[in-house]
């Protein structure tokens, strides 16, 4: 399959009082057509500004430095002018957020806020009455009933998973290459989850849609994606297929990440606990993020960062301690 | 050790008719019982607008049930008198979902976590500072974390202060309302441990209310399933794994995304969404998603009925599970 997407060293830095955080520091992955990649990480592991970087909205204000490619279809995302940035977003490349509740314009209506979108992408479809046809077939595949009632709605009068369902036929609108989903069923009933998993795969299998899928949800990621980004303190610190991951997890924090997850019909009397906390962005040094609670860390990952160690096609970890093929010596 | 009966809450909405809305009664909790036993962690599960956060609410006499009755040791909480209920109200405590809005910001740790002794009036200054100093460590931080300020913690340490000042007071009963549902998943063992580990030594009981079966099979003894303000389902936790089972508890076990890329679920468990409580469904409230459902379930509500070994269940067709 074709390469869509290939990031190289993606660099993401913001000033704060307390010091330059390096949100994202020096991201490297691969997207292929129709490919699902499942991000993983903790909250501040960098895979929301990773993918506010690629979509070029990451805030102005603090902003320290964005560098690295982003190589989309033959184009470098982060060299791109920012009127020629607004042709894909939103277009070739769409988001589906969090919180629908306030991903959506609270006073227009849902249907409007769709069609808005191929206003602004005139070039992804022609005629005035096709745009509606492509509307309320969207709305359809994504299972909204009546979509013709609904279209006319405002959000507030919508459910969480049905916001969430406008919010997907919305980023489909002008047919993507590739959907940006960043915890989109975090807020939702898992009842709901499993529908809108549904919906995401739907996507793929219809459109042929790549998609980047952001979530701190091992289940999830094992049941939808295809391969897999363990992120940690803004780097890539495990990158494989989800197999791979799932059954030879290379890096300690995966390995621990898997083993404190708390897992249906297979209760244990103590959870597996990882140490300590997350850690202070502001603050890292210049061994391993992880080594103050790296149950195998020796003394030169707290002085040293670790290498990307390849794992075949362009897969790679970053452990130091951790030889190529996974076996960890005990 | 706490029994409720019948436990209801009723809204009664005026609806905003400029915006289309009607009045009527939103039945929140609508009779719901169960007991929990000294020591003993009672699950409560259900998707948002079961009502389980209302009934923990209510529990907590935060707000009076609109019929019904809770008993706390055989004793009836509405038929207390205000001086008896502000001494229970202080031995009743809990442990909040988000770590970062449920304490105050401008206070210090140590009176964070004072606050409850103080409000007892039973201890001198140089007792509570004891105490504070015990139960900090008891959490695992350190007796100067007590002079920090809440922003000063990550996540997983600020849930450590709210279970600190939950325990402070040896409450025999704390209601966990969603407790590490915030929190990473590397951070999440940490707290269950910890709750688990003070549970034993101080024969705790909780009420651990949750959306997350998975978490609530390691925790719980026991587990109430709600839907729509009823309760569908009361078993053992250690029943979860059998066939026999309500169909909506069925549905919310295959809803959970399993961590195995080689046990590839069915892709979508059930279909449809929680109903308006404005408008409740006829007959059984979960039938309009329910694949057994028959013509009986659309008339009549089913009564939650002893299957023995502790397992009720409501459902028209328990006998054909």
Sequence with gaps: MDTLLRVDNLHTHFNTPRGVVKAVNGVNLQLKKGEILGIVGESGSGKSVMAQSLLRVVPKANRALIDGRAEFGGIDLMQLGEEEMRKVRGARIAMVTQNPSTSLNPVMTVGDQMLETMRFHPDRMPSDARIRDRMLTLMNEVQLPTPAAIAK???????????????????????????????????????????????????????????????????????????????????????????????????????????????????????????????????????????????RALVACRERPPQ??????????????????????? | MIEVTDLKKHYR?????????????????????????????????????????????????????TEGSIRFDGTEIQDLGKGAADVLKGKVQVVFQDPYDSLNPRMRVRDIIA????????????????????????????????????????????????????????PKFVVLDEPVSALDVSVQAQVINLLLEIQQQHQIAYLFISHNLAIVEHV??????????????????????????????????????????ARLKAPVPLQGEIPDPMNLPTGCRFSPRCAMAQGVCREREPALTDLGGGHWMACHRSAEL
Excluded at chain 1, 186 to 192: C, E, G, H, R
Excluded at chain 2, 248 to 260: H, K
């Design chain 1, 153 to 295: 709605r405002y959000p507030f009068q919508l459910s969480g998973g049905m916001k969430q369902r406008i919010a997907i036929a919305m980023a489909l609108m002008c047919d993507p290459e590739l959907l940006i989903a960043d915890e989109p069923t975090t807020a939702l009933d898992v009842t709901i989850q499993a529908q809108i998993l549904e919906l995401i795969r739907n996507a793929r299998r219809v459109h042929g849609t790549s998609v980047i899928f952001i979530t701190h949800d091992l289940g999830v990621i094992a049941q939808l994606c295809d391969t897999v980004a363990v992120m940690y303190a803004g780097k890539i610190i495990e990158y494989n297929t989800v197999d791979e991951i799932f059954r030879t997890p290379r890096h300690p924090y995966t390995q621990g990440l898997l083993e404190s997850n708390p897992v249906f019909g297979k209760t244990k009397k103590t959870l597996h606990a990882m140490q300590g906390q997350p850690p202070d962005l502001a603050t890292l040094g210049d061994g391993c993020a992880f080594a103050p609670r790296c149950p």
């Design chain 2, 220 to 261: 719980c003894d026991r587990v109430v399933i709600l839907y729509l303000g009823k309760v569908a389902e009361i078993l053992a936790t250690s029943d979860l794994h059998q066939q026999k089972l309500h169909p909506y508890t069925r549905a919310l076990i295959d809803s959970i995304p399993v961590p195995d890329p």
């Design chain 1, 308 to 330: 990307r160690v390849a794992l075949g096609d362009h897969f790679h970890h970053a452990c130091a301690v951790v030889q190529d093929h996974g076996a960890v010596p005990a």
């Design chain 2, 13 to 65: 909405l005026s609806g905003m008719p400029w915006l289309g809305g009607r009045p009527g009664t939103l039945k929140a909790v609508d009779g719901v019982s169960f007991q929990i036993a000294a020591g003993e962690t009672l699950g409560l599960v259900g998707e948002s607008g079961s009502g389980k956060s209302t009934v923990g609410q209510m529990l907590l006499m935060q707000t009076p049930p």
């Design chain 2, 115 to 170: 606050e409850p002794l103080r409000n007892l009036k039973q201890f001198s200054a140089q007792e509570i500072r004891s105490k504070v100093d015990g139960v900090i460590q008891r959490v695992g931080l350190r007796v100067d974390d007590l002079a920090k300020f809440p922003h000063q913690f990550s996540g997983g340490q600020r849930q450590r202060i709210g279970i600190a000042r939950a325990i402070s007071v040896n």
